[in-house]
């Protein structure tokens, strides 16, 4: 008698998992993700501001940027940052769009500046933006425009 010839399984012949075995390697890969997600999320989350923000308060920007809404504080937060020589042109930037009517939030917001000291010249304003995306477009928009880099 002789052997039986060994049969090798080719790629065309090898038969995929069963079904059910597919679905527990899926449930156990998902599972060990959310694992990685509760475990090493939370403190990952805690430093991710510190990684992607770099605050140095020394340097004094191009130009100071405040977008609309809030009460007030904003505003009051440029004009001192302003006046404390942090923009290096000396012009702020206030975007906001419509209010009421004709009126504006960066109309409102050049109101609180001019009472506060700052002269109509160091105001920027962009008037057209619905959406903190669009003040924030609009800010972009006028920075370049203006040849400002920060």
């Given at each position: 008698m002789s052997p039986a010839p060994e049969q090798t399984e080719t790629?065309?012949?090898?038969?995929?998992?069963?079904?059910?075995?597919?679905?527990r390697r899926f449930g156990v890969v998902v599972l060990v993700?959310?694992?990685?997600?509760?475990?090493?999320?939370?403190?990952?989350?805690?430093?991710?501001?510190?990684?992607?923000?770099r605050i140095d308060a020394d340097a004094?920007?191009?130009?100071?940027?405040?977008?609309?809404?809030g009460n007030g504080s904003r505003v009051d937060h440029a004009v001192?940052?302003?006046k404390a020589g942090r923009s290096r042109s000396g012009r702020l930037i206030?975007?906001?769009?419509?209010?009421y009517g004709d009126l504006t939030w960066s109309d409102v917001m050049a109101r609180r500046a001019k009472r506060a000291?700052?002269?109509?010249?160091?105001?920027?304003?962009?008037?057209?933006?619905?959406?903190?995306?669009g003040d924030a477009r609009d800010a972009v928009a006028?920075?370049?425009?203006?040849?400002y880099q920060s």
């Open positions: 790629p065309e012949t090898a038969r995929p998992a069963p079904p059910g075995r597919r679905w993700a959310l694992l990685c997600g509760v475990i090493i999320g939370p403190p990952l989350l805690r430093r991710l501001p510190r990684l992607l923000i004094p920007a191009d130009v100071l940027i405040c977008l609309g809404g001192a940052l302003l206030l975007v906001g769009g419509p209010l000291g700052v002269e109509d010249s160091a105001l920027l304003l962009g008037r057209d933006s619905l959406t903190t995306r006028l920075m370049r425009r203006f040849g």
